[in-house]
């Protein structure tokens, strides 16, 4: 397929990632309705009215954001969202220029590369580091190989920061050759000129695409969730989720909170490998966790890792929220049974 440079009327330069134009969505435009959608926030019965401008008209949800009308309809129109289009008012100057950096990095060339680069040697070599007296891997043969030109979709249970980062090192290590990315929220990231700092230093700009937790701006997450699924289907990306959406905070690390449909809503979209993983033991003070497992003295870190979860039949169903929200259900059941063996393995 030649490259194409389409793009919605009113957005900016159209950016070309190989045989795809990514403006949050592929070479073709989305396809608008005229209706507006209603959807609901996460943990609240207040319903927030998504604008036709910003969602044009289709009922969908977000990562553990937007949740959406279940007796909506099952089939969606083809095409995707754009985060920039769509932020056209709601967007800060400094949230555009930092996501037109990370979309420049993403381009293929000499940028691209050498941050592929340090990611698979610095970007994992100190996080393994931090963990090295600490770290017990299972299940890492149930993988299957790498293949370079695809991509893959690791789900990941929730209770730490740092959850995917030690997961995504450890496959580094066993010979990942993809470029990571994990969404993140905006907040500081996004919103702070640190931000990019932050995020070019420690993760060689892995936290992408930005999520966003403030009501307002809710359905903004459509876009970011497309566009992690064109770079997907683009191939040669790693991309970590975690179905739950936000972290669980009690003291039982072997149950889960609800499925977030967003999560199936890039699988869906992406059509690639999803890998499980359940991890136990991490905290979340940055810090505290590198000085305990420098000196071996923080609780033991173990990483279950299982083959790819069978979501043939999901996927051949029309995309719509139930399909999405099936998806991630079954993404937290292969976690979960993941889990059940990492406590075996505990005794």
Known sequence: M???????????????????????????????????????????????????????????DAVSVVDVDE??????????YDLLEMGDASLTRLERAQIRLVRASLRPGVLDSGIRALQRSVGQWWIRAATARLRHVHGIERIPPWDPAGSL?????????????????????HGLPQRILFPVRSKFFYDHPLGPVVNGVMSFFAMYPPIFRERRRAALNLASLDEAAALLRRGGFFVGLHPEGTRKTDDDPYTFLPAQSGVGRVIHKARVPVIPVFVNGLGNDLPRQVAGGIAGTAPPIHMVFGGPI????????????????????QCIEA?????????????
Do not use: C, W
């Not at 159209?14 to 990514?22: E, L, P």
């Not at 949050?24 to 609901?40: I, K």
């Open 71 to 80: 007796d909506a309809p099952s089939a969606e129109p083809a095409g995707d």
């Open 153 to 173: 979709v690791l789900v990941a249970n929730h209770r730490s920061f740092f959850d995917l980062y030690v997961t995504a090192a450890e496959l580094v290590a």
């Open 310 to 329: 069978d979501l043939a039949a999901l996927l051949r169903a029309p995309g719509g929220p139930r399909v999405y929200r099936r998806i991630a259900e």
């Open 335 to 347: 976690i979960a049974g993941l889990g059940r063996e990492e406590k075996a393995l505990r005794r």
């Open 2 to 60: 030649p490259s194409t440079s389409k793009k919605l009327a009113g957005t900016g330069p159209a950016i070309v990632y190989g045989d795809a134009t990514v403006n949050g969505f592929p070479s073709s435009a989305p396809d608008p309705l005229t209706r507006a959608s209603v959807g609901e926030l996460e943990g609240s019965s207040a319903p927030v009215r998504l604008t036709q401008g910003m969602l044009a008209g289709r009922r969908e």
